[in-house]
Nanobody, 115 residues
Framework: QVQLVESGGGLVQPGGSLRLSCAAS????????MGWYRQAPGKQRELVAT?????IRNYADSVKGRFTISRTKNTVDLQMNSLKPEDTAVYYC???????????WGQGTQVTVSS
């Protein structure tokens, strides 16, 4: 009932920057947490960053100091700076309702960091 649409992925050289955006639409009552996960080929999907309605941010150790998450009630952005080849992955937007009452994934957007 909730749809998440990501944008902003693409090809960037090491050291470059990208900004990912995600917007939720549909039958939205409330969203508690929005965030970003990523999955590289042959690897498990991993948390990149999340942000709650209360403003609490959570980052993977591998991206601290380089990535910044921000959000409104129904959108979430991820500013990615100083990108490294190991950041290459499909990035997925995620939203979760209060008390984990529901969850939804976006379709994913490819981020490739290569020279």
């Amino acid at each position: 009932q909730v749809q998440l649409v990501e944008s902003g992925g693409g090809l960037v050289q090491p050291g470059g920057s990208l900004r990912l955006s995600c917007a939720a639409s549909g039958s939205i009552v409330s969203i508690y947490i929005m965030g970003w996960y990523r999955q590289a080929p042959g690897k498990q999907r991993e948390l990149v960053a999340t942000m709650s309605n209360g403003g609490i941010r959570n980052y993977a150790d591998s991206v601290k100091g380089r990535f910044t998450i921000s959000r409104t009630k129904n959108t979430v952005d991820l500013q990615m700076n100083s990108l490294k080849p190991e950041d290459t992955a499909v990035y997925y937007c995620n939203a979760e309702g209060p008390r984990s009452s529901w969850g939804q994934w976006g379709q994913g957007t490819q981020v490739t960091v290569s020279s």
